[in-house]
Nanobody
């Protein structure tokens, strides 16, 4: 079964940090580019970061978020630092390749 599974979300105070993970299974991981998206409450889904030859970040997270991937483990990571309340969202990973894959999402809430 083809799956992407995110984990690592939770409640964090402003200026805190979280690291999200995205684990793939049931497909050839190396054939896929991995993107991170988020959907804030009441808003549309937006892209956050993707990994080409180098990671590319949305302006709103550049300098605070770091994306990486471990192909041997079929896992991508999104390290988030200096979190702000406006980073509150459901975070999704997506695989772009022979098909488009989506995980189920993980909730990140930034609040004091």
């Amino acid at each position: 079964q083809v799956k992407l599974v995110e984990s690592g979300g939770g409640l964090v105070e402003p200026w805190g940090s979280l690291t999200l993970s995205c684990v793939g299974s049931g497909f050839t991981w190396s054939n896929y580019a991995i993107w991170w998206y988020r959907q804030p409450p009441g808003k549309e889904r937006e892209w956050v970061a993707y990994m080409g030859s180098m990671p590319v970040y949305h302006d709103s997270v550049n300098g605070r978020f770091t994306m990486s991937r471990d192909d041997a483990m079929a896992t991508a990571y999104l390290k988030m630092t200096n979190l702000k309340p406006e980073d509150t969202a459901i975070y999704y990973c997506s695989g772009r390749g022979p098909s488009t894959l989506w995980g189920q999402g993980t909730q990140v809430t930034v609040s004091s």
